[in-house]
């Protein structure tokens, strides 16, 4: 059923916005006035929904800019299970959490939401029509609360892992803005200083027709290549970018780049960490939810980003079936520490498999942040020290012929 966008005025006078939905513009209206208000504008909002990744119907040029952050679903996500908790009607809690969202763009989806549980679709199911907005955890996780009748409990869990992955990439973003905008800036000032600056002061050496030290030579070929080949450089980089990415995409350069990613010094302990973090996160949440192992282990693989890891989880799984334990295979693994299958384990025996993957995924979480931290106080003297060398390079290279002169003169 197409969803309306609506200007109207209530018993007061008092203009109101907002969607609804209807079989056509007619009958819009027909409902607004049904609810005592008078509508002026009544027009068919654009689709919303984008299954395959290509929005259906037209899209506006302001539409291109709107998005859904993830700590707009973490809210509506938990306003949701605070309503069913309190016994609202899960159609009638979708239409008091559309009438509150000020973001347009999740207010269309979840009056889509309404409108399709509306016609006897589940929740899971709806929610499945809008992939981008909500992942397989998500979508699984509402369908084993609606199979097991605790609906508002895994919502209300829900909340709480978006919560928590929200919080913790935003520490991670905070701890990189710094070293990340001393990049730039610092790239800028030597990009400056090479391409403006030298140039100037060099052209008195050129004239000279005198023999220059070497350093200098370096920096005036340096200085005349970047002045009038910068484009060529901006050119090179992008066409690197772009050719990686693309190799990344292939199955071969997927599977290269995530062993890179686990086996260079120092960021592979962070990636690997960072992977079985959210390994032990998501499957936790997902045990706790009532989504069976093999299912949640199905979800998992693809939340690791990492194809190494991934294939050990396809393996665990096949062994699971066959009747053995999740501690077993992972052990065999060599991207899961030891420490962390003995807690496995242990969970198993005890039934607390849940707790422990939960506690897992709190060490793993705490050991990446303080070593994020570490590298990126680390980064700041790194960077210092690096726009230093490469400033007294230029000192040098133009104080060198000036000495040369001097000495000449004497």
Request: no cysteine; proline share 5%; charged share 15%.
């Amino acid at each position: 059923m197409p969803v309306y966008e609506y200007t109207a005025l209530d018993t007061s006078g008092k203009s109101l916005n907002g969607i609804i939905d209807a079989d056509s513009a007619p009958a819009a209206r027909q409902k607004l006035r049904g609810s005592g208000m008078f509508p002026v504008q009544v027009k068919e909002a654009a689709s919303v929904s984008m299954p395959s990744g290509v929005p259906s119907g037209p899209v506006s040029v302001s539409g291109l800019f709107k998005r859904v952050k993830p700590g707009e679903v973490s809210v509506m996500t938990r306003q949701l299970s605070i309503l069913l908790a309190a016994g609202v009607p899960l159609v009638a809690a979708l239409d008091a959490l559309g009438s509150q969202i000020v973001n347009q763009l999740l207010k269309k989806i979840v009056a889509q939401i309404k409108e399709s549980v509306n016609e006897g679709n589940s929740l899971a199911f709806s929610l499945s029509q809008h992939p981008r907005l909500f992942s397989n955890i998500y979508v699984n996780m509402v369908r084993a609360g609606e199979a097991s009748g605790a609906l508002d409990l895994v919502l209300g869990r829900l909340a709480e892992y978006g919560e928590h992955q929200h919080a913790l990439k935003g520490r991670f973003q905070a701890a990189l803005a710094y070293p990340v905008f001393m990049f730039f800036i610092g790239s800028l000032v030597l990009f400056f200083l090479i391409t403006f600056v030298v140039p100037n002061i060099t052209q008195i050496f050129t004239e000279m027709h005198h023999t220059l030290p070497l350093p200098t030579v370096i920096l005036i070929g340096v200085s005349g290549f970047l002045k009038s080949y910068w484009w060529v450089v901006v050119l090179a980089g992008v066409g690197v970018v772009i050719g990686i990415r693309q190799f990344i995409k292939t199955s071969q350069g997927h599977y290269i780049w995530d062993k890179i990613k686990l086996r260079t010094p120092v960021l592979g302990s962070v990636n690997q960490k960072i992977a079985l973090a959210r390994f032990a996160r998501t499957l936790g949440t997902l045990l706790e939810s009532g989504v069976p192992l093999l299912s949640a282990l199905d979800i998992v693989r693809n939340i690791v980003n990492n194809t190494l890891i991934a294939r050990d989880i396809d393996n665990a799984s096949e062994e699971i079936e066959a009747g053995k334990s999740l501690a077993v295979p992972l052990g065999r693994s060599q991207w899961f520490p030891s420490i962390a299958v003995q807690m496995i384990s242990v969970g198993e025996q005890s039934g607390e498999l849940e707790a422990m993957l939960n506690k897992i995924a709190d060490s793993y979480e705490t050991d990446v942040e303080s070593q994020v931290m570490a590298m990126t106080s680390m980064l700041e003297p790194v960077m210092i020290l690096v726009m230093g060398l490469a400033v007294g390079f230029i000192v040098v290279s133009i104080l060198l012929p000036i000495f040369e002169m001097n000495q000449m003169i004497r």
